[in-house]
C-alpha cells in the first residue's frame, strides 16, 4: 500500500440518485461486469461546517447503519486509468432498513467505531464475519472530518466505513475482491468467481445477545434488459 494511505484516506463522491431497499434485487445488465457486493457501516451526519475537526465532526454523527455498496469489478480498471474515479463500476446501494442512533449501540460504539461482526452469506452459505472496528484505519470522526475538509457537509450526508476486513483471514470476506485476493495470493490464482444472475447476498449485524440490529439486507443478483428487450 502506498504510504499515504495510512495517514490520509481514501475516500471517493458517489452519485446520489437514489438507494435501492434492503430487500430490492440488484440488476446489472451482464455477469461481465464482475458482479461484487460490499458490506460495509455507514453513518448519517446532520450539518457538519467546513474544516471540521474530527473531535467536532463525532459530535455531527447522527446515525448508524449498514450499507451493500455494489461494485462491477470488471469495470474498474479502466474507469479508475483515466484519473478521475468510480461512476459506471459504483451502480446503486441498497441501505438497510433500520439506522440507530450511537447511543443506542452501547459499549459496541467506542472510538467512534462499531465494535461487533459483520455478517455475510452468499447463497445461504456463510461468507464471513469480520471484526468492524478491529483493523479499521480512520475512525467515522475522522472520516468525516475528511469529506468536510474543503465543503460544508449537509444534513443527510452518508459516509461509509470501506469494506469491512480484518487481518485474520480466517474471518472471512466482506466482498468477492478481497477472497480472490487471498486466494491468489495463496494459490496463485483467485479461483472464486464473481456474483451471477439469481445468487442471492445476507448482510446483517448482531448484538452480543444474538439480536439483529439493523434488519437485514437480503438482494439477489437479477438481470437488467437492455433498453427494448424484455
Given at each position: 500500500m502506498p504510504e499515504s494511505f495510512y495517514s490520509d484516506p481514501l475516500m471517493y463522491q458517489?452519485?446520489?440518485?437514489?438507494?435501492?431497499?434492503?430487500?430490492?434485487?440488484?440488476?446489472?445488465?451482464?455477469?461481465?461486469?464482475?458482479?461484487?457486493?460490499?458490506?460495509?457501516?455507514?453513518?448519517?451526519?446532520?450539518?457538519?461546517?467546513?474544516?471540521?475537526?474530527?473531535?467536532?465532526?463525532?459530535?455531527?454523527?447522527?446515525?448508524?447503519?449498514?450499507?451493500?455498496d455494489v461494485s462491477l469489478r470488471n469495470l474498474i480498471p479502466a474507469e479508475l486509468a483515466k484519473g478521475f474515479g468510480f461512476l459506471q463500476s459504483k451502480p446503486r446501494s441498497a441501505l438497510s432498513p433500520v439506522f440507530v442512533t450511537p447511543d443506542e449501540l452501547g459499549d459496541a460504539w467506542r472510538g467512534?467505531?462499531?465494535?461487533?461482526?459483520?455478517?455475510?452469506?452468499?447463497?445461504?452459505?456463510?461468507?464471513?464475519?469480520?471484526?468492524?472496528?478491529?483493523?479499521?484505519?480512520?475512525?467515522?470522526?475522522?472520516l468525516v472530518a475528511?469529506?468536510?475538509?474543503?465543503?460544508?457537509?449537509?444534513?443527510?450526508?452518508?459516509?461509509?466505513?470501506?469494506?469491512?476486513?480484518?487481518?485474520?483471514?480466517?474471518?472471512?470476506?466482506?466482498?468477492?475482491?478481497?477472497?480472490?485476493?487471498?486466494?491468489?495470493?495463496?494459490d496463485g490464482r483467485p479461483s472464486t468467481p464473481f456474483m451471477k444472475f439469481g445468487d442471492r447476498v445476507r448482510i446483517e449485524m448482531l448484538d452480543r445477545d444474538g439480536r439483529s440490529?439493523?434488519?437485514?439486507?437480503?438482494?439477489r443478483i437479477e438481470r437488467q434488459p437492455l433498453p427494448g428487450q424484455d
Open positions: 458517489a452519485t446520489s440518485a437514489g438507494f435501492l431497499g434492503p430487500r430490492d434485487p440488484v440488476r446489472v445488465t451482464s455477469e461481465d461486469h464482475g458482479i461484487d457486493l460490499e458490506a460495509e457501516i455507514v453513518v448519517v451526519t446532520d450539518d457538519v461546517p467546513m474544516a471540521a475537526t474530527p473531535e467536532l465532526a463525532a459530535a455531527h454523527i447522527q446515525l448508524v447503519g449498514l450499507v451493500n467512534n467505531k462499531l465494535h461487533l461482526p459483520l455478517l455475510t452469506h452468499i447463497n445461504g452459505e456463510w461468507f464471513g464475519a469480520p471484526e468492524a472496528g478491529e483493523d479499521m484505519q480512520f475512525d467515522f470522526a475522522q475528511h469529506a468536510a475538509k474543503t465543503r460544508p457537509l449537509a444534513a443527510g450526508t452518508i459516509v461509509g466505513s470501506g469494506t469491512i476486513a480484518n487481518q485474520d483471514v480466517s474471518r472471512g470476506a466482506s466482498c468477492f475482491a478481497e477472497k480472490r485476493t487471498v486466494e491468489a495470493l495463496r440490529l439493523f434488519g437485514a439486507i437480503e438482494q
